[in-house]
């Protein structure tokens, strides 16, 4: 008979994990829920995003729609809004204030005067083209505490959620 503890196999993503027996109303911990570490993950995020977009006056919501933007070209308000996952009231209210402040041009789509065609000025392009290295930085250290396959999986987890 050995003595050395049997050790536990590792399971792949493909792998089926044992299921976890339902908890009782009094074993409700919030540090183990997953709302309340998604909340704290993007607090995390949010913060450390915010470093590099305070210089800009941008909030990450308008960096993103003009991310979308550089990566995608001219598209219709509704459609950047779906693209960058945001309800027609925010996408509204982000093009609103992103023209305001000269990010974007707004022009009638010649195919259908009813529509607004957005794409980046060259002052907007200007500034997400800045903006991107610091971006991927901050992506980078937002994984940090992660080992790199960790980091890969996290992200394909996310991808999965959402």
């Known amino acids: ?36 570490l998604l909340r704290r993950a993007h607090q995390r995020a949010s913060a450390l995003f915010l470093t590099v977009l305070a210089d800009a006056q941008l909030t990450p919501t ?25 309800d027609p009231a925010t996408i509204q209210g982000v093009i609103r204030r992103l023209h305001e402040r000269g990010y974007i041009e707004r022009l009638a789509d010649p195919t259908d005067r009813r529509r607004m065609v957005l794409s980046l000025s060259p002052f907007g392009q200007e500034t997400v083209m800045r903006l991107l290295a ?5 992506g980078d250290e937002i994984l940090a505490p ?17």
């Open 62 to 86: 308008q960096f993103f729609a003009m991310a979308r933007l550089h990566e995608m070209g001219k598209l219709s308000q509704n459609r950047l809004g779906r693209l960058a996952a945001m």
């Open 146 to 162: 992660l080992a790199p396959d960790e980091q890969r999986m996290f992200v394909r987890l996310l991808k999965r959620l959402v």
């Open 1 to 36: 008979m050995s003595c050395t503890p049997e050790k536990t196999p590792a399971f792949p993503l493909s792998a089926s994990l044992p299921e976890a027996a339902e908890p009782e109303v009094g074993d409700f911990v919030l540090d183990e829920q997953v709302a309340h």
């Open 134 to 138: 610091d971006a991927n930085r901050i």
